[in-house]
Structures are given as C-alpha cells and as structure tokens.
C-alpha cells in the first residue's frame, strides 16, 4: 500500500512538472503590463472605444431608445472622454 502511494505522489510531482507553464498560467496570469504611459493611453482608449462600439451596436434600429438607462449614462460618460 505504501508502494502505491509513493508511486502515485511520484506520478503526480512528474506530471506537474511537465504541465508547470499551464499550471502557472491557469492560476498566476500574467497582468497585461504597459511599457509607457503612450501604451496605457492607447489601451485605455481602445477598451473605451470597443465598449462604444459594443454599445452603439445594441441600439439596433430605434436607437437610443434600444438602451436601458444604465447603458445610456455609460455611453454618456464614455463619448465625454
């Protein structure tokens, strides 16, 4: 029984070394870092214009009317920027 167990523990530590760039992926990612403050402006403004267009896009064929009151203050504060 005690043969087992070392062999399973073996398996195991042998198994997570091979899966050790997954293993760290999956539960330590890595944060999205910006180099300089040119890079974080330009991924800031990014993220703003794709919720816009996320936005824009659920308007459909009534327009504004289309949003709920939240989506049309977030749209409000994000066309002022």
Request: hydrophobic residues 35%; proline residues 1%; without cysteine.
């Amino acid at each position: 029984m005690n043969e087992l167990l070392i062999l399973g523990v073996i398996i195991i530590v042998i198994l997570m070394f091979f899966n050790r760039d997954w293993i760290k992926n999956r539960f330590f990612p890595e944060k999205h870092r910006n180099y300089t403050i040119d890079d974080q402006f330009n991924s800031d403004k990014r993220d703003r214009e794709k919720e816009i267009d996320h936005l824009l896009s659920k308007m459909g064929k009534n327009g504004v009317n289309d949003l709920s009151a939240k989506d049309r203050k977030r749209l409000d504060e994000l066309s002022k920027k």
